[in-house]
């Protein structure tokens, strides 16, 4: 369940980013904040997903509402419980009220997906304790929604998520995807099986930026086979400007309007409606090594030229880029190297570098991890860059065959990539052990 929908209905997640609401909470909020069990009162209603060429319902996703304290704006409720450290126990509340609900009902089996919004950072907790939901719902099929905001905020935490629910069957959907466009370049990373446009989107004719924006995700969609669901469609002139860019599903209260579940069985829907949900684990190697499948050997100055190779052109792209390096130990990560990454920054939504002793701040704007020596990363050199439609790759291991009479005769097993597959693969083993 999550934050407001385009009608103004509110759902259950918190929308950081936002303009901040007033010092002081709504009492409301208070009330619903004021015990467990005021938390535990959430009951969920349910918005209707829609396949635009059909009509067929085909999903639904769960909305908060608290019947104890009405009009209670749930952004707020998670908001004020972030700031108390209660964010879990209200995220968790309102997962596993959406769960109960269908559980008690029975007979959202049939093909139907119900969309189920959580705050990465609250989800973490309850996967330390082995599960996602408390209330088991067998045979139904669930996307959890994470915000296109969560990609900048933690990618590292939101990818483990994402791995950790597609081992539990569960499948992906980014939600406000238009809203942050510098997110784009983390799409590939994620690879959500469903991505929903910003209501803004389709409110009006789209900007230059948003166009950018839809065509990238277009772009992906033609290339995985995701699928685009529009949001915020309350009129027909929604409804036509939603097919046109590229969505086969859409919600809203043109749609149809936030309910409890229906007393009758929904029909079944047919395998060519229903939503895909990939279940197979995204291809993440232990380390990015484990990609180079042919082998060449080069010393690190032949591969330094390759390297500056792709940093210019990462800064003369017309499109942002997500920039993730290993540099084996900090000493390499020179002060020419942090004048480049950290005008690569200025630049670019997210630039991060991995190395040992590296401070958490290596460069203006970089953002820093650092791994002990034996980390099997102490032995790479790669260089990931990810953008709209540019995906490259430098990776490389040290040999460690001989001692070399300078640095930078230093031998390294290596492979240079353009492949978008690859680099993704790469991407998400550097990724995953950044913080």
């Known amino acids: 369940m999550r934050r407001v929908n385009s009608a103004g ?8 980013g936002q303009a901040p609401g007033p010092p002081t909470p709504d009492p409301r909020v208070l009330d619903v904040l004021r015990t467990p069990e005021s938390v535990r009162a959430v009951r969920p209603v349910f918005q209707p997903i829609v396949h635009l060429a059909t009509g067929t319902v085909v999903g639904a996703e769960a909305l908060a509402r608290w019947p104890e304290v009405p009009g209670v704006d749930p952004s707020a409720v998670i908001n004020h419980a972030r700031d108390q450290g209660r964010v879990a126990e209200v995220d968790r509340a309102c997962r596993n009220a959406a769960l109960q609900t269908i559980a008690a009902h029975g007979h959202l089996e049939d093909g139907m997906t119900v969309f189920i919004n959580v705050e990465p950072d609250a989800l973490v907790d309850s996967l330390k304790s082995g599960t996602i939901f408390d209330t088991p719902a067998p045979g139904s099929r669930i996307v959890l929604e994470l915000t296109e905001r969560a990609l900048l905020d933690n990618p590292a935490e939101l990818l ?3 791995l950790d629910a597609r081992a539990r069957g569960v499948g992906i959907a980014l939600d406000d995807v238009g809203r942050h466009p510098d997110s784009l370049t983390l799409l590939s990373l994620i690879a959500p099986d469903v991505v929903k446009l910003d209501g803004s989107l389709i409110a009006s004719a789209p900007t230059r930026e948003q166009l950018h924006a839809v065509t990238t ?3 992906y969609a033609e290339a995985t086979g995701t699928v685009i669901l529009a949001e915020g469609i309350e009129t027909d002139a929604h409804l036509r400007r939603a097919v046109d860019l590229g969505a086969t599903l859409g919600q809203g209260w043109h749609l ?3 309910a409890p579940l229906p007393p009758h069985t929904w029909p079944p829907i047919p395998p060519d409606e229903q939503v895909p949900i990939n279940s197979a684990p995204a291809a993440v190697p232990d380390q990015p090594s484990q990609l180079i499948t042919r082998r060449q050997v080069a010393t690190k100055q032949v591969l330094v030229r390759y390297s500056r190779y792709l940093e210019h052109h990462a800064a003369t792209l017309a499109e942002p880029v997500t920039i993730l390096a290993s540099f084996q130990h900090a000493t390499h990560f020179t002060d020419r190297d942090a004048q480049r990454y950290a005008a690569l920054a200025a630049a670019n939504p997210l630039v991060a570098v991995i190395a040992t002793d590296l401070p958490p701040d290596p460069a203006a704007g970089v953002r820093g991890t650092t791994i002990a020596d034996d980390h099997p990363l102490a032995d790479e050199w790669t260089l990931v860059i990810l953008g709209r439609h540019f995906f490259a790759a430098l990776i490389a291991r040290d040999l460690h065959t001989d001692t070399p009479r ?5 031998r390294f097993t290596y492979t240079l990539t353009y492949n978008r597959d690859t680099v993704t693969a790469a991407g998400r083993a550097l990724l995953r052990h950044m913080h």
């Open 160 to 162: 483990n998520v994402v």
């Open 256 to 258: 149809g309007r936030p």
């Open 9 to 16: 209905h509110a759902h259950c997640a918190s929308d950081a």
């Open 406 to 410: 300078t640095d930078h005769d230093r």
């Open 217 to 219: 995700v277009r772009a």
